[in-house]
């Protein structure tokens, strides 16, 4: 069977940008573009969702820090405290890329001041057989799916405990819950990928936490060219 991996080329878009003759925020974004013979159509969709979205941040997003920055610097220069310059690098890394399957997150990472920064995940998985952006529903056949993937993680997260590791807050059976969510998924070569962000089970020291349901465990689909949605 073919595996249909598909070109993928970076794009960078650097910036410094100025107050009173400081730099006071400066930004590296990377995002890609995919390319391939097969899915075309679907491919400049795909593209277009992550220009935009690029676009969009540095627009919106990167213009709000950076009047914050010089708020920030006005404060400073103010009150003879420091400044740290403002610094936004985003990094995507494309996790699965064959079967017809294209799986990748970006990392948002902003440091505004203070001891250190903080970093956002995004992820998507885009189902190029069906041109469409794949849910975390179409990769397992079994009923209440989500309690599925709780108790599993929970007990990921009691094997690390009994092995000495123990990264996570005292509450974490509880914070698993409510802080799930099914857009916070990627596909790699091992299985369906489930992560929570900084804070959300674990102090920032942790990161972001991700654990690995594997392909081989009854229930979950693995990704190929004839997938469908077949949950109940």
């Known amino acids: ?100 399957f294209l799986s990748l997150y970006t990392d948002f990472y902003e440091y505004t001041g203070g001891a250190h920064g903080n970093t956002v995940r995004k992820a998507e998985t885009w189902d190029l057989i069906n041109n469409k952006k794949a849910s975390l529903m179409d990769f397992f056949q079994m009923n209440h799916v989500q309690e599925f993937i709780i108790g599993y993680i929970i007990n990921q997260i009691e094997k690390e405990i009994s092995s000495g590791d123990n990264p996570y807050f005292e509450d974490y059976k509880a914070l698993v819950a409510e802080n799930f969510n099914q857009d916070s998924f990627y596909l790699d070569n091992e299985g369906v990928v489930i992560y929570y962000g900084q804070y959300d089970i674990a102090p920032y020291a942790s990161g972001i936490r991700t654990f690995t349901i594997p392909y081989t465990t009854g229930g979950v689909i693995p990704p190929s060219c004839s997938i469908t949605n077949i949950q109940t």
């Open 1 to 100: 069977m073919q595996s249909y991996e598909i070109k993928v080329e970076e794009n960078v878009i650097k910036g410094t940008l100025y107050y009173k003759n400081t730099a006071v925020l400066n930004f590296t974004i990377r995002y890609p573009r995919f390319i391939s013979n097969m899915f075309q159509i679907f491919l400049i969709e795909i593209n277009w969702y992550y220009r935009t979205r690029t676009m969009i941040y540095i627009n919106n997003h990167i213009q709000t820090l950076y009047d914050m920055a010089k708020e920030q610097y006005d404060y400073a220069e103010e009150n003879k405290f420091p400044f740290h310059p403002y610094e936004v690098v985003t990094e995507y890394h494309v996790t699965y890329n064959q079967n017809c």
